[in-house]
Every structure is written in C-alpha cells, then in structure tokens.
C-alpha cells in the first residue's frame, strides 16, 4: 500500500488541499510544467486556483500546461474558442484557463481532430520533453482504475497514443458531461488521445485525487492490490516516493478509518 494518503474530511477540503500543493510547486518553481487531468474530481482544485489567483495574485504566466488526454474527433483552438463542443479544451476553457494568466500557447492539450493522429501523440510527447518533463501531474482515477484515458490492459509501457474507451468509461462519461449538455448516448467518443502510463510516470511528482464513494472500490482496489496491467492505477504502488493520493472520507472509506 502507498503510505503517502492524504484523506480529507471532505469534497472541498480535498480540493482546497490539492490547490494548496499545485500553488506550493508555482511559488517554488514559477516556470514549472504541470500535467493536468479534466472531469468532475479536479473542479473544486480548479476554483481554488482561480481563487488565489484572482485574490492571492497567484501567478501562471510562467507556468506550461499539458493535459492528460482528448476526444478523438474533438479539439478547441484556444485563440478562438468560440465553438461549442464537448472537447476537453473546452473544459479547460471553461473551468480554468480561461479565469487565470496561463499563456495560451502554454496550455497544450492533445488536439483530437489531428488529420494524423499518431504523428499527433509524437508531436505531444515531444513537446513534454522540449518543456523539460512535468514537475507535477495531477491525476483522476475513472470506476475502472483507468488513469487518463489508460484503460484497463494498457500497457505499462505505453506513450501518448489513441486508445479505444471501455464500455464503462463511455457510461460515466455519458452521466457526467453529455447527458447534462443534451447530447445523446451515441454522440460520445469512442476514442481518445491519451499520455501514455509511461508517459505519466516521468513526472517528477504525481497527485491522483478521488472523491465519493464511487471511487472507494477502485481505491482500495489500485492502492491495495495486486499491480497489474488490469487495473492501470496499481501502477503507481511502484512508485511510492513520488506520489501523492488526496482523497475525501468517502472515497477512502474501504483503505483507511478516518480519525481527523
Ligand atoms: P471523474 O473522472 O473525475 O469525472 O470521476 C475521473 C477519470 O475518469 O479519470
């Protein structure tokens, strides 16, 4: 099991926490890179970055963004970032570059409607490495232990590259992002760009946040069991000495009891 679990009392303090460790690693190192994931679990971090941004002065103009992973299909330029879509740029748009003084051309996220994709996932990879690596990455865990979009049976190995979505992910994804928005169960992507595991495990520092009860099996499960290809998550048990998992009371209900 990873000693290093930070378990909150819950959802907001969680957040605020996890805000508190990206804001440390910026005063630190202005010009550092971080590695950044989207869905539901990041956007508490997200407002309480924007928060010391705006009151705290909280600067990102130093600061390069890679994110985690993209729609196949989807993509937003950020200089004109007026069509609506489900793509995680415009996530991100929406929930946090647009509010803080992140550079654009520093927010790099992988662009899904690449005519070649794999020339696409060179190009990302690349870029990560022309940036110096990623100081922190920051990490959500999907129901089925995928991390990113590495489902399960992703190779440890593997780099930035498509991959298809489980049944599974396509269902949560559908619940928490399109089924709100009007979209129709066939209108979510099947396909996805994705850092590879290898890929994400270069980062100096990695964060994985989890949240509700939702989350407390595949906790449990990836933290406590069995490393495996099966389950992408356990990866990180390899790595003790540079991981961080934050979670609330509920998501780390089946690991450890709470006593804060
Ligand atoms: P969620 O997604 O934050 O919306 O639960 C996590 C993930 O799929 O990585």
């Given at each position: 099991?990873?000693?290093?679990i930070?378990?909150?009392?819950?959802?907001?303090?969680?957040?605020?926490?996890?805000a508190?460790?990206?804001?440390?690693?910026?005063?630190?190192?202005?010009?550092?890179?971080?590695?950044?994931?989207?869905?539901?679990?990041?956007?508490?971090?997200?407002?309480?970055?924007?928060?010391?941004?705006?009151?705290?002065?909280?600067?990102?103009?130093?600061?390069?963004?890679?994110?985690?992973?993209?729609?196949?299909?989807?993509?937003?330029?950020?200089?004109?970032p007026?069509?609506?879509?489900?793509?995680?740029?415009?996530?991100?748009?929406?929930?946090?570059?647009?509010?803080?003084?992140?550079?654009?051309?520093?927010?790099?996220?992988?662009?899904?409607?690449?005519?070649?994709?794999?020339?696409?996932?060179?190009?990302?990879?690349?870029?990560?490495?022309q940036?110096?690596?990623?100081?922190?990455?920051?990490?959500?865990?999907?129901?089925?232990?995928?991390?990113?979009?590495?489902?399960?049976?992703?190779?440890?190995?593997?780099?930035?590259?498509?991959?298809?979505?489980?049944?599974?992910?396509i269902?949560?994804?559908y619940?928490?992002?399109?089924?709100?928005?009007?979209?129709?169960?066939?209108?979510?992507?099947?396909?996805a760009?994705?850092?590879?595991?290898?890929?994400?495990?270069?980062?100096?520092?990695?964060?994985?946040?989890?949240?509700?009860?939702?989350?407390?099996?595949?906790?449990?499960?990836?933290?406590?069991?069995?490393?495996?290809?099966?389950?992408?998550?356990?990866?990180?048990?390899?790595?003790?000495?540079?991981?961080?998992?934050?979670?609330?009371?509920?998501?780390?209900?089946?690991?450890?009891?709470?006593?804060?």
């Open positions: 099991m990873i000693g290093n930070i378990v909150k009392s819950n959802y907001e303090e969680m957040s605020h926490y996890a508190s460790v990206v804001a440390g690693i910026i005063r630190l190192k202005p010009d550092c890179v971080l590695g950044l994931p989207t869905g539901s679990t990041p956007i508490g971090m997200y407002k309480e970055l924007i928060r010391m941004h705006q009151t705290e002065g909280l600067d990102f103009s130093g600061v390069t963004t890679f994110n985690l992973d993209e729609y196949v299909g989807l993509g937003l330029d950020l200089n004109k007026y069509t609506k879509d489900q793509s995680y740029a415009r996530f991100m748009w929406e929930e946090f570059f647009r509010h803080v003084s992140l550079r654009k051309e520093n927010a790099l996220i992988p662009d899904g409607r690449a005519k070649d994709l794999v020339k696409e996932c060179h190009y990302y990879e690349s870029r990560i490495k940036a110096g690596g990623i100081d922190l990455q920051i990490l959500g865990i999907g129901t089925d232990g995928h991390i990113g979009f590495n489902e399960p049976s992703s190779p440890f190995s593997s780099r930035t590259r498509v991959e298809d979505l489980h049944a599974q992910t269902a949560d994804n619940e928490k992002f399109f089924k709100p928005a009007g979209f129709a169960k066939g209108q979510v992507p099947k396909r760009v994705s850092m590879g595991i290898a890929t994400v495990l270069e980062a100096k520092q990695i964060m994985l946040l989890a949240s509700g009860q939702e989350k407390s099996d595949v906790v449990f499960k990836a933290l406590s069991g069995p490393i495996m290809e099966e389950m992408p998550a356990s990866v990180l048990q390899l790595f003790p000495e540079k991981i961080r998992i934050v979670t609330d009371q509920t998501a780390a209900s089946r690991m450890v009891k709470y006593t804060e």
